[in-house]
C-alpha cells in the first residue's frame, strides 16, 4: 500500500542533500523570501531517510536566513507515485542512487536529477515567523540565574 504523501515541518539538521547548489539561485531565493515573509513551496522529502527529493535551493536559502525547520511534503519514495529522471541526456538515474548520494554526503552537481509526483499536492505557505526562530538566550545568563541554594543542593552535603 502506498502512502500519501503527509506535510511536516522537518527540522533543518535532519535533511540531507543528494544534489549540490548554484549560489546565484540561492541568493535570488533569500531576496524573494525576504520580501515575501512567506515560503509558499514546500519541498519534497523522502519519507524515512529524509533525502531532499525538490528544494535543494531552498533548503539551503532558509539555512541561510536562520531557519530551523522547513515545510516539507514527505513521500513514500518507494512508491510509484514518485518518479526520478536524469535533467541532461545521459545514463538513467534511479531512486536507489539518489538516496545513496543523500546518505553518504556526496551529493550530485546541481540539477541532476528531476522528480515528478502522480498527485497533486495542495498549496501550504507558511510564514517565515513560523521556521525562524528567535535566538534563546545566551548560555551564561541561563546558568547565572540557578540560585546559591540549588547550587548547594547540587554540590550535595558539606
Do not use: C, Q
Not at 525547520?69 to 535533467?87: G, H, I, K, N, T
Amino acid at each position: 500500500m502506498t502512502a500519501l504523501p503527509e506535510f511536516e515541518l522537518v527540522p533543518l539538521e535532519k535533511l540531507k542533500a543528494h544534489e549540490e547548489i548554484d549560489e546565484e539561485n540561492v541568493v535570488e531565493i533569500v531576496g524573494r523570501l525576504e520580501n515575501s515573509k512567506v515560503f509558499d513551496d514546500p519541498i519534497w522529502v523522502a519519507r524515512g531517510s529524509f533525502v531532499i527529493l525538490n528544494g535543494h535551493h531552498r533548503v539551503e536559502a532558509l539555512r541561510r536566513m536562520g531557519a530551523r525547520r522547513v515545510p516539507a511534503w514527505l513521500l513514500d519514495y518507494e512508491s510509484d507515485l514518485v518518479s526520478v529522471e536524469p535533467w541532461r541526456p545521459g545514463l538513467p538515474i534511479t531512486k536507489a542512487e539518489v538516496v545513496e548520494r543523500g546518505l553518504s554526503g556526496d551529493p550530485f552537481p546541481p540539477k541532476t536529477t528531476r522528480h515528478h509526483l502522480k498527485v497533486e499536492l495542495p498549496s501550504r505557505p507558511t510564514p517565515l515567523s513560523v521556521l525562524v526562530a528567535p535566538p534563546g538566550p545566551p548560555a551564561h545568563r541561563t546558568a547565572a540565574k540557578r540560585s546559591p541554594r540549588s547550587r548547594s543542593r547540587a554540590s550535595g552535603p558539606g
